[in-house]
Protein backbone atom coordinates (compact mmCIF):
# COMPACT_ATOMS: atom_id res chain seq x y z
CA UNK A 1 0.00 0.00 0.00
CA UNK A 2 0.98 3.24 -1.29
CA UNK A 3 1.73 5.74 1.82
CA UNK A 4 2.74 9.43 1.82
CA UNK A 5 5.52 11.20 3.92
CA UNK A 6 2.78 13.09 5.38
CA UNK A 7 1.17 10.86 8.44
CA UNK A 8 1.69 7.76 6.06
CA UNK A 9 -1.70 8.79 4.46
CA UNK A 10 -2.94 6.76 2.14
CA UNK A 11 -2.74 8.70 -1.48
CA UNK A 12 -5.72 9.29 -3.40
CA UNK A 13 -5.86 6.96 -6.22
CA UNK A 14 -4.09 8.38 -9.24
CA UNK A 15 -7.14 8.66 -11.73
CA UNK A 16 -8.72 11.15 -8.63
CA UNK A 17 -5.83 12.69 -8.45
CA UNK A 18 -6.08 13.55 -11.93
CA UNK A 19 -9.20 14.61 -12.07
CA UNK A 20 -8.92 17.08 -9.50
CA UNK A 21 -6.51 18.64 -10.66
CA UNK A 22 -8.00 19.10 -14.37
CA UNK A 23 -11.30 20.30 -12.23
CA UNK A 24 -9.27 23.27 -10.82
CA UNK A 25 -7.77 24.08 -14.14
CA UNK A 26 -11.26 23.86 -16.49
CA UNK A 27 -13.50 25.97 -13.58
CA UNK A 28 -10.78 28.71 -12.89
CA UNK A 29 -10.82 29.02 -16.50
CA UNK A 30 -14.32 28.91 -16.97
CA UNK A 31 -15.14 30.88 -13.61
CA UNK A 32 -12.57 33.33 -13.40
CA UNK A 33 -11.06 33.18 -17.35
CA UNK A 34 -7.67 32.15 -15.36
CA UNK A 35 -5.10 30.01 -17.04
CA UNK A 36 -3.91 27.68 -14.70
CA UNK A 37 -0.28 28.57 -13.64
CA UNK A 38 1.85 28.53 -10.61
CA UNK A 39 5.40 29.58 -11.17
CA UNK A 40 4.49 32.77 -13.04
CA UNK A 41 3.40 33.46 -9.65
CA UNK A 42 7.04 33.60 -8.00
CA UNK A 43 7.57 36.16 -10.40
CA UNK A 44 4.28 37.91 -8.58
CA UNK A 45 6.09 37.79 -4.84
CA UNK A 46 9.55 39.22 -7.04
CA UNK A 47 7.64 42.01 -8.26
CA UNK A 48 7.11 42.66 -4.00
CA UNK A 49 10.69 43.26 -3.59
CA UNK A 50 12.69 43.49 -7.04
CA UNK A 51 12.17 46.67 -8.83
CA UNK A 52 13.98 45.56 -12.64
CA UNK A 53 11.97 46.13 -15.58
CA UNK A 54 10.74 42.64 -16.03
CA UNK A 55 9.05 42.78 -12.80
CA UNK A 56 7.50 45.97 -13.40
CA UNK A 57 5.60 44.49 -16.97
CA UNK A 58 2.24 45.96 -16.80
CA UNK A 59 1.26 42.11 -17.91
CA UNK A 60 2.73 40.29 -14.54
CA UNK A 61 1.77 43.51 -12.14
CA UNK A 62 -2.04 42.82 -13.56
CA UNK A 63 -2.12 39.20 -12.51
CA UNK A 64 -0.84 39.66 -8.79
CA UNK A 65 -4.26 40.16 -7.72
CA UNK A 66 -5.08 36.87 -8.01
CA UNK A 67 -1.70 35.26 -8.49
CA UNK A 68 -0.53 36.11 -4.80
CA UNK A 69 -3.99 34.73 -3.06
CA UNK A 70 -3.64 31.62 -5.31
CA UNK A 71 -0.14 31.02 -3.66
CA UNK A 72 -1.26 31.50 -0.44
CA UNK A 73 -4.21 29.55 -0.67
CA UNK A 74 -1.94 26.44 -1.91
CA UNK A 75 0.25 26.63 1.57
CA UNK A 76 -3.35 26.52 3.40
CA UNK A 77 -4.27 23.41 1.14
CA UNK A 78 -1.02 21.40 2.20
CA UNK A 79 -1.97 22.86 5.94
CA UNK A 80 -5.19 22.07 5.88
CA UNK A 81 -4.53 18.65 4.47
CA UNK A 82 -1.88 17.86 7.30
CA UNK A 83 -4.25 19.09 9.80
CA UNK A 84 -7.12 17.03 9.13
CA UNK A 85 -4.94 14.16 7.95
CA UNK A 86 -3.22 13.15 11.43
CA UNK A 87 -2.03 16.59 12.71
CA UNK A 88 0.23 19.07 11.68
CA UNK A 89 3.87 19.09 12.92
CA UNK A 90 6.91 20.72 11.86
CA UNK A 91 9.22 17.96 10.38
CA UNK A 92 12.52 17.77 7.92
CA UNK A 93 11.30 14.11 6.85
CA UNK A 94 12.08 13.82 3.30
CA UNK A 95 11.48 9.85 3.19
CA UNK A 96 14.23 8.31 0.44
CA UNK A 97 16.32 10.94 0.61
CA UNK A 98 16.72 10.62 4.19
CA UNK A 99 17.19 6.79 4.05
CA UNK A 100 19.90 6.49 1.07
CA UNK A 101 21.64 9.57 2.00
CA UNK A 102 20.92 10.46 5.81
CA UNK A 103 21.90 14.20 5.25
CA UNK A 104 21.70 16.34 8.89
CA UNK A 105 19.32 19.44 8.36
CA UNK A 106 21.87 21.86 7.02
CA UNK A 107 23.02 19.55 4.27
CA UNK A 108 19.37 19.43 3.47
CA UNK A 109 18.93 23.11 3.22
CA UNK A 110 22.21 23.94 1.04
CA UNK A 111 21.14 20.95 -1.83
CA UNK A 112 16.89 22.22 -1.50
CA UNK A 113 17.73 25.61 -2.35
CA UNK A 114 20.63 24.43 -4.80
CA UNK A 115 17.39 22.60 -6.24
CA UNK A 116 14.87 25.85 -6.05
CA UNK A 117 17.82 28.18 -7.58
CA UNK A 118 17.35 25.70 -10.35
CA UNK A 119 13.16 25.52 -9.85
CA UNK A 120 12.86 29.18 -10.12
CA UNK A 121 15.09 29.91 -12.74
CA UNK A 122 14.66 27.06 -15.38
CA UNK A 123 10.56 27.27 -15.25
CA UNK A 124 11.04 30.90 -15.67
CA UNK A 125 13.17 30.66 -18.56
CA UNK A 126 10.93 27.98 -20.00
CA UNK A 127 8.06 30.09 -19.71
CA UNK A 128 6.13 27.50 -17.53
CA UNK A 129 6.33 24.66 -14.81
CA UNK A 130 4.22 21.60 -14.73
CA UNK A 131 0.65 23.15 -14.16
CA UNK A 132 1.55 25.98 -17.10
CA UNK A 133 3.21 23.83 -19.68
CA UNK A 134 2.13 20.57 -18.22
CA UNK A 135 -1.02 20.51 -17.01
CA UNK A 136 -2.42 23.23 -19.22
CA UNK A 137 0.16 23.49 -22.20
CA UNK A 138 -0.51 19.74 -23.59
CA UNK A 139 -3.98 19.88 -22.73
CA UNK A 140 -4.21 23.15 -24.98
CA UNK A 141 -1.74 21.27 -27.44
CA UNK A 142 0.70 23.91 -27.47
CA UNK A 143 4.35 23.39 -28.98
CA UNK A 144 5.85 25.21 -26.37
CA UNK A 145 3.86 22.84 -23.61
CA UNK A 146 5.54 19.96 -25.26
CA UNK A 147 8.69 20.62 -25.69
CA UNK A 148 8.90 22.30 -22.17
CA UNK A 149 7.31 19.04 -20.84
CA UNK A 150 9.52 16.66 -22.79
CA UNK A 151 12.39 18.65 -21.47
CA UNK A 152 11.90 18.56 -17.80
CA UNK A 153 10.97 15.03 -17.75
CA UNK A 154 13.87 13.62 -19.34
CA UNK A 155 16.42 16.15 -17.27
CA UNK A 156 14.19 15.03 -14.05
CA UNK A 157 14.85 10.87 -14.92
CA UNK A 158 18.45 11.51 -16.01
CA UNK A 159 19.19 13.31 -12.88
CA UNK A 160 16.97 11.33 -10.16
CA UNK A 161 18.70 8.09 -11.80
CA UNK A 162 22.62 9.53 -11.66
CA UNK A 163 21.20 10.21 -7.92
CA UNK A 164 19.44 7.31 -6.95
CA UNK A 165 21.10 4.36 -9.07
CA UNK A 166 24.54 5.63 -9.07
CA UNK A 167 25.50 7.98 -6.42
CA UNK A 168 22.87 5.97 -3.96
CA UNK A 169 24.69 2.87 -4.74
CA UNK A 170 27.91 3.85 -3.86
CA UNK B 1 -12.76 38.01 -5.30
CA UNK B 2 -9.31 37.72 -3.84
CA UNK B 3 -11.24 35.20 -1.68
CA UNK B 4 -12.19 32.78 -4.52
CA UNK B 5 -8.20 32.72 -5.90
CA UNK B 6 -7.54 31.47 -2.52
CA UNK B 7 -9.64 28.98 -2.35
CA UNK B 8 -8.67 27.91 -5.78
CA UNK B 9 -5.39 27.63 -4.46
CA UNK B 10 -6.75 25.90 -1.23
CA UNK B 11 -8.19 22.96 -3.75
CA UNK B 12 -5.51 22.81 -5.14
CA UNK B 13 -3.22 22.53 -2.20
CA UNK B 14 -5.30 19.52 -1.27
CA UNK B 15 -5.48 18.07 -4.55
CA UNK B 16 -1.87 18.35 -4.49
CA UNK B 17 -1.04 17.22 -1.48
CA UNK B 18 -3.31 13.94 -0.98
CA UNK B 19 -2.31 12.57 -4.30
CA UNK B 20 0.95 12.81 -3.52
CA UNK B 21 1.73 15.34 -6.45
CA UNK B 22 4.38 17.04 -4.05
CA UNK B 23 5.78 13.55 -2.19
CA UNK B 24 9.58 13.50 -2.44
CA UNK B 25 9.26 9.32 -2.71
CA UNK B 26 6.53 9.69 -5.35
CA UNK B 27 8.56 12.15 -7.63
CA UNK B 28 11.87 9.94 -7.17
CA UNK B 29 9.81 7.21 -8.20
CA UNK B 30 8.25 8.58 -11.23
CA UNK B 31 11.78 9.54 -12.25
CA UNK B 32 12.87 5.69 -11.21
CA UNK B 33 9.67 4.32 -13.83
CA UNK B 34 9.04 2.40 -10.36
CA UNK B 35 5.53 4.27 -9.69
CA UNK B 36 2.63 5.16 -11.93
CA UNK B 37 1.09 7.27 -9.81
CA UNK B 38 2.49 11.18 -11.01
CA UNK B 39 2.22 9.27 -14.69
CA UNK B 40 -1.74 8.64 -13.87
CA UNK B 41 -2.25 12.05 -12.62
CA UNK B 42 -0.60 14.38 -15.17
CA UNK B 43 -2.22 11.82 -17.65
CA UNK B 44 -5.92 11.48 -16.50
CA UNK B 45 -5.35 15.53 -15.89
CA UNK B 46 -4.59 16.43 -19.29
CA UNK B 47 -7.38 13.85 -20.51
CA UNK B 48 -9.60 15.42 -18.97
CA UNK B 49 -8.84 19.08 -19.25
CA UNK B 50 -8.21 18.42 -23.15
CA UNK B 51 -11.97 18.27 -23.75
CA UNK B 52 -12.55 20.44 -21.62
CA UNK B 53 -10.71 23.09 -23.51
CA UNK B 54 -12.04 21.87 -26.81
CA UNK B 55 -15.91 22.52 -25.19
CA UNK B 56 -14.87 26.02 -23.67
CA UNK B 57 -13.08 27.19 -27.06
CA UNK B 58 -16.70 25.77 -29.11
CA UNK B 59 -18.29 28.22 -26.64
CA UNK B 60 -15.95 30.35 -26.64
CA UNK B 61 -17.24 32.55 -23.55
CA UNK B 62 -16.44 32.20 -20.30
CA UNK B 63 -19.06 31.84 -17.12
CA UNK B 64 -19.82 35.53 -16.94
CA UNK B 65 -19.81 35.74 -20.40
CA UNK B 66 -16.19 37.22 -21.21
CA UNK B 67 -14.82 35.90 -24.77
CA UNK B 68 -12.40 32.74 -23.35
CA UNK B 69 -8.74 34.76 -23.18
CA UNK B 70 -6.93 31.37 -24.18
CA UNK B 71 -3.56 32.53 -25.66
CA UNK B 72 -0.34 29.60 -26.56
CA UNK B 73 2.64 29.98 -24.23
CA UNK B 74 5.52 31.26 -26.83
CA UNK B 75 8.05 28.76 -28.43
CA UNK B 76 11.47 29.46 -28.05
CA UNK B 77 14.92 27.79 -27.18
CA UNK B 78 14.39 28.70 -23.53
CA UNK B 79 11.82 26.27 -23.31
CA UNK B 80 14.33 23.29 -23.65
CA UNK B 81 16.91 24.43 -21.91
CA UNK B 82 14.89 25.83 -19.29
CA UNK B 83 13.00 22.86 -18.93
CA UNK B 84 16.36 20.80 -18.34
CA UNK B 85 17.04 23.23 -15.55
CA UNK B 86 13.81 22.76 -14.33
CA UNK B 87 14.11 19.09 -14.48
CA UNK B 88 16.90 18.80 -12.61
CA UNK B 89 15.81 21.18 -10.17
CA UNK B 90 12.55 18.91 -10.02
CA UNK B 91 14.49 15.80 -9.40
CA UNK B 92 16.52 17.40 -6.62
CA UNK B 93 14.22 18.67 -4.61
CA UNK B 94 11.45 16.74 -5.73
CA UNK B 95 8.80 19.40 -5.97
CA UNK B 96 7.66 21.82 -8.58
CA UNK B 97 6.00 25.05 -8.30
CA UNK B 98 3.09 24.28 -6.36
CA UNK B 99 3.89 21.46 -4.78
CA UNK B 100 6.61 23.42 -2.76
CA UNK B 101 3.70 25.83 -1.85
CA UNK B 102 2.10 22.33 -0.55
CA UNK B 103 5.16 20.98 1.61
CA UNK B 104 5.49 24.24 3.26
CA UNK B 105 2.01 24.46 4.40
CA UNK B 106 2.67 20.32 5.03
CA UNK B 107 5.27 21.58 7.50
CA UNK B 108 8.02 20.27 5.48
CA UNK B 109 10.66 22.73 7.18
CA UNK B 110 13.55 22.02 4.17
CA UNK B 111 10.70 23.29 1.39
CA UNK B 112 11.19 26.63 2.94
CA UNK B 113 14.70 26.89 1.37
CA UNK B 114 13.64 25.32 -1.88
CA UNK B 115 10.69 28.29 -1.99
CA UNK B 116 13.98 30.65 -0.85
CA UNK B 117 16.08 29.01 -3.92
CA UNK B 118 12.86 29.60 -6.50
CA UNK B 119 12.45 33.03 -5.48
CA UNK B 120 16.38 33.92 -5.70
CA UNK B 121 16.28 31.74 -9.44
CA UNK B 122 13.37 33.38 -10.46
CA UNK B 123 14.38 36.83 -9.14
CA UNK B 124 17.99 36.38 -10.88
CA UNK B 125 15.98 35.34 -14.13
CA UNK B 126 14.39 38.81 -14.27
CA UNK B 127 17.17 40.78 -13.81
CA UNK B 128 19.12 38.62 -16.68
CA UNK B 129 16.45 39.21 -19.31
CA UNK B 130 17.57 41.72 -20.93
CA UNK B 131 20.90 39.61 -21.38
CA UNK B 132 19.56 36.28 -22.09
CA UNK B 133 16.66 37.07 -24.66
CA UNK B 134 18.62 37.86 -27.58
CA UNK B 135 20.88 34.53 -26.74
CA UNK B 136 17.69 32.62 -26.25
CA UNK B 137 15.27 33.85 -28.98
CA UNK B 138 12.72 34.67 -25.97
CA UNK B 139 10.00 37.48 -26.59
CA UNK B 140 10.32 41.15 -25.44
CA UNK B 141 10.98 41.95 -22.24
CA UNK B 142 7.60 43.16 -21.86
CA UNK B 143 5.67 39.90 -22.36
CA UNK B 144 8.28 37.53 -20.88
CA UNK B 145 9.41 34.39 -21.90
CA UNK B 146 5.89 32.65 -20.90
CA UNK B 147 2.85 35.09 -21.58
CA UNK B 148 0.97 36.83 -23.86
CA UNK B 149 1.41 35.20 -26.91
CA UNK B 150 -2.10 34.64 -28.82
CA UNK B 151 -2.16 32.73 -32.24
CA UNK B 152 -5.18 30.72 -33.41
CA UNK B 153 -4.59 27.23 -35.00
CA UNK B 154 -7.73 25.86 -35.00
CA UNK B 155 -11.43 27.05 -35.72
CA UNK B 156 -13.32 25.74 -32.95
CA UNK B 157 -17.20 25.63 -34.34
CA UNK B 158 -16.56 29.64 -35.69
CA UNK B 159 -17.93 31.21 -32.35
CA UNK B 160 -14.16 32.13 -30.78
CA UNK B 161 -13.47 34.78 -30.16
CA UNK B 162 -10.06 35.41 -28.24
CA UNK B 163 -8.68 38.62 -27.42
CA UNK B 164 -5.06 39.64 -26.51
CA UNK B 165 -4.14 39.06 -22.69
CA UNK B 166 -0.78 40.09 -23.50
CA UNK B 167 0.18 44.25 -22.87
CA UNK B 168 -0.63 46.10 -26.02
CA UNK B 169 1.89 46.69 -28.37
CA UNK B 170 3.64 49.94 -27.46
CA UNK B 171 7.30 50.64 -29.32
CA UNK B 172 8.21 53.38 -26.98
CA UNK B 173 7.15 50.98 -23.73
CA UNK B 174 9.58 48.04 -25.33
CA UNK B 175 12.20 50.17 -26.15
CA UNK B 176 12.48 52.08 -22.69
CA UNK B 177 11.84 49.08 -20.29
CA UNK B 178 15.58 48.11 -21.90
CA UNK B 179 14.84 45.21 -24.13
CA UNK B 180 17.85 43.76 -25.29
CA UNK B 181 18.97 42.93 -28.73
CA UNK B 182 18.60 44.83 -31.82
CA UNK B 183 16.10 42.20 -33.01
CA UNK B 184 13.59 42.77 -30.89
CA UNK B 185 13.66 46.58 -30.62
CA UNK B 186 13.07 46.36 -34.21
CA UNK B 187 10.39 44.02 -34.30
CA UNK B 188 9.01 46.36 -31.81
CA UNK B 189 9.27 49.27 -33.73
CA UNK B 190 7.95 47.60 -36.60
CA UNK B 191 5.15 46.81 -35.25
CA UNK B 192 1.70 49.06 -36.20
CA UNK B 193 0.87 51.97 -33.41
CA UNK B 194 -2.42 50.33 -33.70
CA UNK B 195 -2.43 46.94 -31.42
CA UNK B 196 -5.52 45.62 -33.10
CA UNK B 197 -4.08 44.87 -36.53
CA UNK B 198 -3.57 41.59 -37.11
CA UNK B 199 -0.11 40.76 -35.38
CA UNK B 200 1.11 37.36 -36.22
CA UNK B 201 2.89 34.93 -33.82
CA UNK B 202 5.56 32.29 -34.07
CA UNK B 203 5.72 33.38 -38.09
CA UNK B 204 3.80 33.11 -40.89
CA UNK B 205 0.93 31.24 -40.61
CA UNK B 206 0.16 28.14 -43.00
CA UNK B 207 -2.18 28.38 -45.76
CA UNK B 208 -4.94 26.82 -43.84
CA UNK B 209 -4.52 29.15 -41.27
CA UNK B 210 -4.47 31.83 -43.11
CA UNK B 211 -7.83 30.76 -44.07
CA UNK B 212 -8.80 30.59 -41.03
CA UNK B 213 -7.55 33.59 -39.57
CA UNK B 214 -9.71 35.73 -42.33
CA UNK B 215 -13.18 36.66 -41.80
CA UNK B 216 -14.78 37.66 -38.77
CA UNK B 217 -12.22 37.35 -36.40
CA UNK B 218 -10.87 39.80 -34.08
CA UNK B 219 -7.13 39.29 -33.61
CA UNK B 220 -5.34 41.39 -30.87
CA UNK B 221 -1.67 39.76 -30.43
CA UNK B 222 1.71 41.03 -29.32
CA UNK B 223 4.40 39.93 -31.11
CA UNK B 224 6.26 37.10 -30.84
CA UNK B 225 9.84 36.27 -31.94
CA UNK B 226 9.85 33.99 -34.90
CA UNK B 227 11.16 30.32 -34.29
Redesign the interface.
Known amino acids: M?Q???NG?T?????????????????????????L???????S??SLV?K?????????LSSN???L??????????????VL?GG??????????DTVFALG?AA??????????????????????????????????????L???????????????I???VLGAL | MQAVYLLFGVVFGWTLSRSGAGDYDLIQKMFLFQDFQLYGIIGTAVAITAPGLYLMKRRGRTAGGAPVALGEKPRHRGNVVGGILFGIGWSITGMCPGPILVNIGEGKLYALAALAGTLVGAALFGTSYPRLAPKLGLPPLAQGAGGGCLRRRWAWGGRVDWRGTAAPVDAGAGASAGVAGARHRRRLTAAPADSGAAQRCGGALRPRQRRLARGAWDFAIAPCVPR
Do not use: D, Q
Request: proline letters at 4%; hydrophobic letters at 50%; one cysteine or more.
Open positions: KLILIPYHWAWGGAGVALVTLSLLYLTNKRGVSTGFEVCVAPYFRRAALGWRPMLVGLVLGGALSAGWAPTWNAGMLPKVALMFGGGLLVGFGTRLAGGCTSGHGIFGLSNFEPSGVSTLSFMAAGVVTTNVYR
